[in-house]
């Protein structure tokens, strides 16, 4: 009699072990389903939505060209030569998101020029904030600009030279003008915040294929592995 009892309880043990890992199963499997129809709906609003159909058109590289190495890193990067031998590198990555305003491009862009004569170590370096406007597409304010002896001294104990908003007005302007004449006019800072974004949200829609895609594999594997234990 005892016997039988310690056979029973050790068979209910079992049963209640294996309808406790069912029902956990079932439960992760419905919260996976959950998930799948929301990356399945995600992605279809982005492929039904046209983000940027009211961007400019006047947007252009101009005589830049993107670096190869740039769509694998966070920042892209734009270099022009001159036959002068004078070299221009631009380093560009978006800025947090501002859905204050009612924009195409919700994101600033964060830039750095820098400008390097030939036959010298030394460059100028240009921080810069590129933004959305509405009149005439974008613009561009510098935040700072400095004086760099090489392109290996930037340890921030160097000095820089004096704060860009201590310069006089007229100095300013005439930064902001030597910028323009290097290139970096509306026509690229009208294409920089249109590639930015757009490549933001290829990498996004890539992000939502993948999880649809683990989460599809993994729904396939839990089909198949309840048709053998049925």
């Known amino acids: 009699m005892m016997c039988r009892r310690t056979e029973l309880c050790r068979e209910l043990k079992q049963r209640i072990t294996h309808l406790r890992h069912f029902c956990d199963t079932q439960q992760k499997h419905l919260q996976d389903l959950e ?24 947007s252009s590289l101009g005589d830049f060209v993107v ?15 001159f036959d002068s031998g004078e070299e221009i590198a631009i380093s560009a990555i978006l800025g947090p998101p501002n859905y204050v305003k009612d924009l195409v491009f919700p994101r600033d862009a964060f830039v750095k020029v820098c400008v390097k004569k030939p036959a010298l170590s030394s460059m100028l370096q240009f921080d810069c904030d590129v933004y959305e406007e509405t009149d005439k597409g974008s613009d561009f304010d510098i935040s700072n600009a400095y004086y760099l002896r090489s392109p290996t001294c930037l340890s921030p104990s160097i000095y820089r030279g004096p704060l860009f908003r201590t310069l006089d007005d007229e100095f300013q302007d005439a930064l902001k003008e030597y910028l323009i004449a290097k290139g970096i006019g509306v026509s690229l800072t009208n294409f920089l915040l249109h590639y930015l974004h757009k490549r933001e949200h290829e990498q996004y829609m890539n992000w939502l294929k993948k999880g649809e895609a683990a989460f599809v594999a993994k729904e396939g594997s839990l089909r198949e592995s309840s048709e053998l234990h049925s």
């Open 35 to 58: 998930l799948l129809k929301c990356f399945k709906s995600e992605i279809q609003f982005e492929l039904a939505s046209n983000h940027f159909q009211n961007a400019r058109s006047d």
């Open 67 to 81: 670096d190869p190495n740039s769509p694998s890193s966070k920042d892209v990067v734009l270099r022009r030569k």
